[in-house]
């Protein structure tokens, strides 16, 4: 089962831009889809970004977030990236990312990283 850790979230001003980073390891084995979620606090967890692993996978966005969010894998590291542009308060969330598994049982969530957009 693949394991996954967050890092890069903080304090930062209106306007400003974030990397979030998600370490994988353990077995990539199953995995179709990898994702970025939030959860701001009185809110559900909302998707924000996903996209599949195979040849020819595709991306998706929420529309609060489209044009501002960037999702990337990088293999040679092992990690799935969330690249923030011009974020705004209400950006303000918990974000986790998460592995889809062909077997659900193996899904696999990070413990997230904590974004407060604030000035």
């Known amino acids: 089962q693949v394991q996954l850790v967050e890092s890069g979230g903080g304090l930062v001003q209106p306007g400003g831009s974030l990397r979030l980073s998600c370490a994988l390891s353990?077995?990539?084995?199953?995995?179709?889809?990898l994702g970025w979620y939030r959860q701001a606090p009185g809110k559900e967890r909302e998707e924000v970004a996903r996209?599949?692993?195979?040849?020819?996978?595709?991306?998706r966005y929420a529309d609060s977030v489209k044009g501002r969010f960037t999702i990337s894998r990088d293999n040679g590291k092992n990690t799935v990236n969330l690249q923030m542009f011009n974020l705004k308060p209400e950006d303000t969330a918990v974000y986790y990312c998460?592995?889809?598994?062909?077997?659900?049982?193996?899904?696999?969530w990070g413990q997230g990283t904590l974004v407060t957009v604030s000035s």
């Open positions: 353990g077995s990539m084995f199953g995995i179709h889809a």
């Open positions: 998460y592995a889809d598994n062909w077997s659900d049982a193996l899904d696999a």
């Open positions: 996209m599949t692993t195979g040849i020819g996978g595709s991306t």
